[in-house]
Structures are given as C-alpha cells and as structure tokens.
C-alpha cells in the first residue's frame, strides 16, 4: 500500500485544515453571502410540521428539549469517562478498551438523539437562530466535534492503547474534552441569548 501523501497523520492534518478553513470563513466577510442565502431555509424550516409544533405546542418544545438536554449529558458522560479513562484518572482498574468502546457505542445514539430532536428545536425557532450569531459558533464547533471524534481520536484509539505515545493520548483526550464543553457552553449560551 503507498504511503500518504501527508504521512501518517493524514486524518489528523486534513481534520484541522477543514476545521481552520471553517473558522477563518466564519470570520470573513464571505460568510454573508452565505448567510444571507440560506435566510429562505430558515423560513421553510418554520414552516415544516416540526416548526409548528415547536411554536404552538410548548409543552411538546420543553419535552423534545429535555430529551436534548438528557442526550447532551450523556454524551458529555460518554466523553469524561472515555477521556478521562485514557487520562488515566477514571475507571483505572477497568480495561482502556473495554470503557472506550462501551463509551463509543452509547456516544453514537446520544449523538444521533442531539441531532435529531437538535432539528426539531431549531425548526421551531427558525428565525430567532438564524440571527443568533452564537448558534453558528455552536454549528461551526458540534461540526468540529464531530470531525474531531470521527476522524481524529477515534482511529488513534482504534489501535492498541499501549503502544500509543501517552503524551499523544493525553493530548487528545484534553482536546476531545474541550471540543465537547465547548459545544455544551455555546449551546447554553444559544438560550441565554434569546
């Protein structure tokens, strides 16, 4: 098999390239052409059976952002214990693989929980999001998240743990943990700002 072209961090440099290439658009004037096209999404979203019920049926918003709020802890669990196991200050007398990959299996459907009932939120607050600048921060740092953990942190600890440089381990462990937080911070900040 040929070697990459970028050596054998591939994942690792393309994941930080995408991730700087999105923040430094998020910062640029570029970003509002794009913004001001994607207004009509925004419109339809509210329009959607999900934005009706999100903005008639309030009792149906609060229980849709409750399981939200249940999925975010849960990831936010999957991603301490996980990370903290590779820190080496969590679960020490439990297998590395044993924890990562449990933790791995609940953090998919915690995720997939925060996007879907994510959609349902955002389509009953369509508009009110679409000019909260910090939800295109939460979006900009759930997608890095997401990369992170996928393409990043993921393969490193598909190999054996032993063999992986515990600085290297650490790091990303440190990284994934604050990837999360920061999505979690911004996602409070989104209903702070409202």
Same mark, same amino acid.
């Given at each position: ?6 050596? /054998? ?10 991730? &700087? ?8 004037? *570029? ?71 449990? *933790? ?17 939120? &955002? ?20 997608? *890095? ?20 440089? /515990? ?5 990303? &462990? ?21």
């Amino acid at each position: 098999m040929p070697p990459a072209i970028l050596g /054998p961090y591939t994942r690792t440099i393309l994941t930080a390239a995408i991730i &700087a290439a999105a923040l430094g658009f998020s910062f640029t004037y *570029a970003r509002l052409s794009v913004y001001t096209e994607l207004m009509p999404f925004f419109e339809w979203m509210e329009t959607t059976w999900f934005g009706y019920v999100g903005k008639t049926w309030g009792a149906a918003f609060a229980t849709i952002q409750a399981g939200h709020l249940i999925g975010l802890a849960v990831l936010g669990g999957c991603v301490i214990v996980s990370d903290g196991r590779l820190l080496g200050v969590l679960l020490t007398d439990v297998p590395h693989r044993k924890v990562i990959d449990r *933790a791995d299996r609940v953090f998919f459907w915690a995720l997939i929980t925060l996007l879907a009932t994510g959609v349902f939120m &955002a389509c009953g607050v369509a508009m009110k999001i679409y000019y909260l600048p910090v939800y295109w921060y939460k979006m900009l740092a759930l997608g *890095a998240g997401i990369l992170f953990h996928y393409y990043v942190r993921r393969p490193l600890v598909a190999h054996e743990i032993e063999s992986i440089n /515990p600085i290297i381990l650490k790091m990303t &462990a440190i990284a994934s943990i604050l990837v999360w937080f920061l999505v979690a911070a911004t996602g409070r900040w989104i209903g702070f700002s409202g």
